[in-house]
């Protein structure tokens, strides 16, 4: 049978999602979870394979197993293996043609940045950090001209491995609360730092290095040394990954436990 569920993790405990040698990463820990219970190794796959300092407070994972166990189980006592930031959500038995990864139509994150003169301290690595003040305006009016069909090779990583660098960003807002700028991206697809490639760019916006319409034409020119710096990883969140009707899998398609500012 094959397991579906939601899981959230505090990234900087880990070198990212996917599975390395050493182990010290989500995959590797869940996986040894999940072993202990079913009494046999498992082998996950998820909707987006953060790297590492990347937080997700939901992130869709899959796994097959021929031990039946209750769903408390695979919820309740997955948690009690781990000694980790790391916690399972929910559960729920799928047909085995469902995948976490290639059945997922879009993905939301949610990017927190701290926007004070000095860096936070109970929220170190929890949120970003940028000490000017920032024209939030501006950034929000750079961020509308994302939404649509683009190319976004402005905005991947150097090394992105990704065939095409074409998405669909469906809405892309930013907003102040407070001391917090709060980013929104929700697309079909991101490639690998776009979203921290579009933090930078709308920061540089928000300083006044450039005008909000730079963004058109980094859309346009598909170079990525034209833009900004890589922002940290620290206040990026995987929040909610959407899937056909077919799959009315728990928290689908929502924004999960990233408030608009951390409460401290």
């Known amino acids: 049978m094959r397991i579906a569920f939601g899981v ?17 990463t989500v995959q590797d820990r869940l996986e040894r979870a999940i072993a202990q219970i ?18 997700a407070t939901a992130q869709v994972a899959h796994f097959d197993t021929h031990a039946v166990r209750p769903v408390s189980a695979w919820v309740r ?35 927190v940045l701290h926007n004070s003169s000095t860096r936070p301290a109970l929220l170190a690595r929890r949120v970003g950090w940028f000490h000017l003040p920032l024209d939030v305006d501006a950034m929000a009016r750079a961020a509308a001209m994302l939404i649509g069909t683009h190319d976004f090779t402005s905005f991947r990583a150097t090394g992105c491995q990704a065939k095409s660098a074409i998405r669909i960003m469906h809405a892309a807002s930013v907003a102040r609360d407070g001391d917090f700028l709060v980013f929104d991206f929700y697309a079909n697809g991101f490639l690998h730092h776009m979203v921290r490639n579009l933090v930078g760019a709308l920061v540089y916006v928000g300083k006044g290095t450039h005008p909000p319409e730079w963004i058109e034409t980094l859309l346009s020119v598909r170079d990525r040394s034209e833009g900004a710096p890589t922002f940290a990883a620290d206040g990026l969140y995987l929040c909610g990954v959407d899937y056909p009707p077919r ?9 999960i436990a990233v408030p608009r500012f951390p409460l401290v």
């Open 8 to 24: 959230e993790y505090a990234g900087d405990a880990f070198e990212g999602w996917q599975s390395q040698q050493h182990g010290r």
């Open 38 to 55: 079913a009494d046999h190794p498992v082998r996950l796959h998820c909707a987006g394979r953060t790297d590492t300092g990347v937080h």
């Open 77 to 111: 006592g997955v948690n009690t293996r781990l000694d980790a930031p790391i916690s399972v959500r929910w559960a729920v038995e799928v047909d085995d043609d469902f995948h976490a990864r290639y059945l997922a139509v879009a993905r939301r994150y949610r990017y």
């Open 247 to 255: 799959w009315p899998l728990p928290g689908d398609g929502r924004i």
